[in-house]
């Protein structure tokens, strides 16, 4: 049975009412799955939107490539294909490769949804986007390598120009992408350090690199030579790493948002090469969703949105950074003394990082919640745009451990309340809380907002040990105030102690 290629198949939506129809439903899906992923109440009906808006996708695109399905004499015939030869009815493509490859994907997927761990998540995220780069760099080689199998060959056998600027933007984009977000899971994962790697002159270097991507990809339209889209992919790839190894930890919850915004354009970019679509919309919508919620996060913490697509944002002065100081005066406390304050308390604000996700403390911290609630304590938990490692983390870890979405505000919601809060409760966090990014200007997080967390009479924090600093590097003066003790204790541990002395 003959079998159509992606350019065949393309022309075969092109003029199948009901496919695009399918495609326009996909469409629609994907946007209530945006929709729904803007608020942890409606999460999981838009995660089910996306599901279903994929599945609509996959299907529509697997029965236009079918074994058996259009011929070249029909696509010619409806005038959706210019002209068509037996070369794109190749006999090694079968269903059963197709599918093969499907249930590959899928089990590998199912696996390691099961199997990662959600401290792991941000780095788990990382690594898929490099995944989708990739994929939008081979697909680019392939349509390179053998264009008529894409149907973007003129009648002087030479590829469409508008053809060879879509191929040389999507092959750029996708190196980006999957060369800065292996450095994202590098980093994420603690197998290099967090701290900004400054080059000199590196803003010289990345706006020459770049210039050569945009002026090669101009030349590509006028010379389709091997070494030109090959110099192209090899000097996206090495901006990619640039752009990301002068971010510091603090800032890489945006770098996560922002190579999810680089992922979405790279498959926008491969879909115009397929003619698919589906890829375009979803590209499209992932893209800019993606670039928003960055210039969104890029707002919270005061950062300039140019500055994030230009790299090393955030980290000029890393000497701000340093070992905590702990030859300074600070207290120590014990989960017996939190019990019985936390009880005595009528407002406790509870501030969630990355330390609880490590610890898996978000269970134990619910049920302090509840216990505190019982005694007539108003309990809310402030969660920061960049707590955690990756956007939404901690809203994710206390939906799981089924926190009320009524009890969880937003930094520009709650800070206000501090100063009549009794007890600020600060469970593995850091730079978030840091005054240090409001008082030292030679601090890497200088200018991000933070919790005002020294208004609060009663301060506690839990922490491993004042030998550490956070992800960013940063002493934080919240340790030695007056009113902090300090839980030097796993997180997990230190709150099931306090529940223990609150249930007595």
């Not at 998540?121 to 690594?127: D, E, F, H, K, S």
């Amino acid at each position: 049975m003959s079998f159509p290629l992606l350019s065949a198949a393309a022309g075969a939506v092109a003029a199948n009412p009901l496919a695009m129809l399918a495609y326009l439903a996909s469409g629609v899906l994907f946007i209530l799955a945006l929709r729904g992923l803007s608020s942890p109440s409606t999460s999981r009906a838009g995660n089910r939107y996306g599901m279903i808006g994929m599945t609509i996708a996959m299907v529509t695109t697997l029965v236009t490539h079918w074994p058996g399905g259009s011929t070249c004499d029909q696509l010619e015939a409806s005038g959706a294909f210019g002209f068509c030869s037996e070369e794109f009815v190749p006999d090694w493509i079968s269903a059963a490769e197709i599918l093969a490859a499907i249930g590959l994907g899928g089990a590998i997927g199912w696996i390691i949804a099961r199997r990662i761990k959600m401290t792991d998540m941000p780095q788990l995220v990382a690594a898929f986007h490099s995944l989708v780069g990739l994929a939008a760099v081979l697909v680019g080689w392939a349509a390179y390598l053998n264009p008529e199998a894409f149907g973007i060959v003129g009648a002087d056998g030479m590829i469409h120009a508008v053809s060879r600027v879509e191929l040389g933007l999507g092959i750029a984009i996708g190196a980006i992408t999957f060369s800065g977000s292996v450095i994202a899971f590098l980093k994420l994962a603690g197998k290099m350090s967090g701290a900004p790697i400054m080059l000199p002159a590196r803003h010289v270097i990345n706006l020459g690199t770049l210039a050569g991507i945009i002026g090669l990809t101009a030349w590509f339209t006028q010379d389709q030579s091997l070494w030109v889209i090959a110099t192209i992919t090899a000097l996206a790839f090495i901006i990619g790493f640039l752009l990301i190894i002068p971010i510091g930890g603090a800032d890489m919850p945006v770098v996560v948002s922002m190579l999810n915004s680089y992922s979405g354009w790279a498959a926008a970019a491969m879909g115009f090469t397929l003619s698919n679509t589906a890829m375009i919309i979803t590209g499209a919508l992932v893209g800019s969703s993606g670039a928003i919620l960055s210039y969104i996060m890029c707002k919270a913490m005061n950062r300039s949105f140019i500055s994030v697509i230009a790299g090393g944002f955030g980290a000029e002065a890393a000497a701000g950074g340093g070992e905590a100081r702990e030859q300074r005066p600070w207290k120590r406390g014990s989960a017996e003394d939190a019990a019985y304050m936390l009880g005595e308390a009528e407002k406790v604000i509870i501030i969630p990082g990355y330390g609880m996700a490590v610890s898996q403390a978000q269970h134990a911290l619910r049920e302090m919640g509840d216990l505190l609630k019982a005694k007539g304590v108003e309990v809310k938990y402030a969660i920061h745009p960049v707590a955690g490692r990756m956007p939404g983390h901690m809203n994710v870890l206390l939906a799981e451990a089924n926190v009320p979405y009524d009890e969880v505000f937003e930094l520009e919601d709650i800070n206000s309340e501090f100063a009549t809060a009794d007890v600020a409760f600060i469970i593995g966090a850091n730079d978030v809380v840091n005054p240090a990014a409001k008082t030292d200007k030679s601090s890497p997080i200088y200018g991000m907002p933070v919790f005002d967390v020294d208004k609060a009479k009663q301060v506690f924090f839990i922490k491993r040990s004042m030998g550490g600093v956070g992800y960013a590097g940063v002493d934080n003066d919240v340790f030695y105030m007056d009113q902090t003790l300090m839980l030097l204790a796993d997180a997990k541990k230190m709150v099931e102690d306090i529940n223990k002395g609150l249930a007595h």
